[in-house]
């Protein structure tokens, strides 16, 4: 065994500093060795909590304790039971851990909340809650997390957890950067992840996962698209057969219990999830099972009429479509108002031809679909506000349409180009899902069929329409409060990477999303610049962390992608960068 002092500059040379994600906005380490105990107390304004194995019990209420509670329980079992000995973060062969010494460890971590939370604090507008932290480690061994709300302390308990590793030679669990002194608090408050539902059924276990690492990576909210054109998975009780006609298969729905434990599972991990059923395109799946409410229902060519097959859109100027909308409304809606402050009405890829072939409508001209599209969407929001939640939609309900929004609703922008910063000079409440930058579908070739011939000449070689794939770099490199002025930036709430399914299902959707959804999530949490020098932090400071955190994905069980291989994790960042 080497004595200490030689393996604490060993530990300086090899082991990437502040390997935490996303990075706080404060932070100072030392290089001492500190072990922890596995029997550690663990405080909440002064009462103990209790240890590993808790859940909240299931309700629609939420209490702070019980939801602190669950997230000590969580990240003790993190620590202790899904850490990694980090050997493929150091040069190979090399004797890069510490000398087990147990008598220098925390026993202890103190966790005052300093505010109290509110309602609001379980199913938050952004802004609604401060969700910044104290971590302090001193080199002894004493913890203390402070936060105004129990979100905060949240984030700390996790920052906590992402310091210590497992040790090979047995039970042995330490970090080697004490003393740690972290300030820290989001740049963004929705920092999300958009999931589609409906063009491949995703598994309620893998929307729970996904929230799992979603916390890990301080992102707080998950839209989930839950229906679309080609499939209707979600139950509501009130119009049975829009599941019962419209899911892939009776076992790929949701009930109202799934939605309940999803709401749940996210208000306990400071995830708040947002549906959207998106109107009044890219529905035409309740063709199926209620007729006279849809029209273009897989018309062709489909080119003209919808962006991907199936077709069908709400036919506009039909009173049967409200009273059918007033319906799914008064049974989803108060299933979602205890856990969300949030209802996304959809609103993207509108086809004029679609109201051509209404019988009712009879024209394709946006002058004299605009004002029922209006009326319509002000029919859904009245709706979604008498429920006590605040809309969304995409953007092209202002860009493309120009139609008049509360003060209250977020648009969400995908078209990328200046469409967030105009919209955000023009007073919107602006979500980044910029699909330049935040698609993690694109980029992997078609997923529709060519018809025989000589397609292999024509469309060869077959790239999709976003191409291409948007790699960990190419998403850390922006920000979407980049080039826009200071009083309109406040306009931005944040962003979201989106996970279109036509080719993601259980098979693939954790190395779809991770760890590219972790790129975004530090850049919303602590933006992408070294605050050092102002310049865009250097990705030799980045990838080992990335990295790491990536080995911590795969600890707790998400199969996250390598963004590297060994060779470059076993040596410094500097041994795998272009030679230029
Ligand atoms: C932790 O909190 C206790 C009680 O407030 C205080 O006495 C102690 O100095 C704090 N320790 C650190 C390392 O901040
Ligand atoms: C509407 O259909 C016509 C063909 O009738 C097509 O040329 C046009 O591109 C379509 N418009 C849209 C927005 O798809
Ligand atoms: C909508 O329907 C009404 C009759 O129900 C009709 O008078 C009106 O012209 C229609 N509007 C459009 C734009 O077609
Ligand atoms: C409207 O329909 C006409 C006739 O089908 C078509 O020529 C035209 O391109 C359509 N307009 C738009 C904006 O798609
Ligand atoms: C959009 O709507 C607003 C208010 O209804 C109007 O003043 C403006 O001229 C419209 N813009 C366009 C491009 O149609
Ligand atoms: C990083 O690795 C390269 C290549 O193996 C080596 O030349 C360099 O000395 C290393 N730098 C540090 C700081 O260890």
Redesign the pocket.
Known sequence: MLPKAILAIAALAFSPANALWPIPQKISTGDSVLFIDQAVKVTYNGQLILPIGYTPPPSSHFDSKQIVQGAVSRTLQSIFQTNYVPWKLHPRNSNFEPRVAPQNRIQSI?IQQTGKDTTQTFKPRAGDVDESYTL?V?KNG?V?ISAKSSTGVLHALETFSQLFYKHSAGPFYYTTQAPVSIQDAPKYPHRGIMLDLARNYQTIDDIKRTIDAMSWNKLNRLHLHITDSQSWPLVIPSLPKLSQAGAYHPSLVYTPSDLASIFQYGVSRGVEVITEIDMPGHIGVIELAYSDLIVAYEQMPYQDYCAEPPCGAFSMNNTKVYSFLDTLFNDLLPRISPYSSYFHTGGDELNVNDSELDPRIRSNDTAVLQPLLQKFINFAHSKVRAAGLSPFVWEEMVTTWNLTLGSDTVVQSWLGGDAVKNLAESGHKVIDTDYNFYYLDCGRGQWVNFPPGNSYTTYYPFNDWCQPTKNWRLIYSHDPATGVSASAAKNILGGEVAVWSEMIDAANLDNIIWPRASAAGEVWWSGNADPATGQQRSQLDVVPRLNEFRERLLARGVSAMPIQMTYCTQLNATACTLFT
Request: aromatic content about 0%.
């Open positions: 103190a302090t001193s004493q203390n």
